[in-house]
């Protein structure tokens, strides 16, 4: 999503530098060069800090309601956790936790589940300074457009974005890392608990094996905040699914979804608790 953000601005740049070095000797042209491609790199690292860097788990979500996968009650993260949550990694983690479970209930259509989930993330998001993005008029668009899945995706995809650029923008890349970190476990822990026969459903193994290009790309992303203690505790804390995805091919076993259920179980019970 971002590169393509990106892409489209340095197009437009590219463009309007030939149009302008045109009429310039080689000497003004090489300097023009230098100066618009350091202009370019800043609007690209601009842009890339303020997009929700993995497909959210929205999208992952609507994959699920796509192959008619039934909604399970109970399987969330309860809202009475809320308050186990005292410090800001912790809080950042299960933002991004509840935000998984936020688009699990919304696309769904499970009303009470979604005024749940958004009291927990209000009381998360206040915690971290962020109480504008989940207010009352999110949870009015949310309602408004129940019955409208794609448009769901883009409203919950907008406050994910707006989360990761929050904490971005304010120096809190390691913060935003983590509820990045913490919805994509959850999606994940979602996807392989939709049933006790989830391994026959057609489909299933085809989102988990494309969830191993977003989970590489989570480990590449925090290797610039590695020295930062939550940062390296949590890459940590995703071994066990590391070890998994390292020993995979191009397509899934059921023995292959089973060894990714437990890693990811394991994974999320000590975000969770």
Known sequence: MKKIFAGAIITMLILSSVAYTSCKNRAAEKQQKTEEAGQVDKIERQIESNVYPLPTSAEVIKMLTDLEVGFIIGISNPVENVKKYFSSTTRAINLGVYGADLSYATL???QQEV???MSAIRSLANELNMSTIYNEELYENIKKNFDNRDQLVDILTKAFNETYGYLADNDQQPLALLVVGGAWVEGMYLTTHVSEAAYQVAGIS??????KKSFDLF??????????????DFVKLLDPVKKVYEGLGTSLT???IKDITAAI?????????
């Open 219 to 232: 480990l590449e992303l925090t290797q610039p905040y590695i020295n930062d203690p939550s940062v390296s």
């Open 108 to 110: 769904y259509n499970m």
């Open 206 to 211: 085809k989102v988990l094996l494309e969830q």
């Open 254 to 256: 059921d023995q292959n």
């Open 115 to 117: 005024i749940n989930n």
């Open 265 to 273: 179980t394991a994974v999320r019970e000590k975000m969770v608790q």
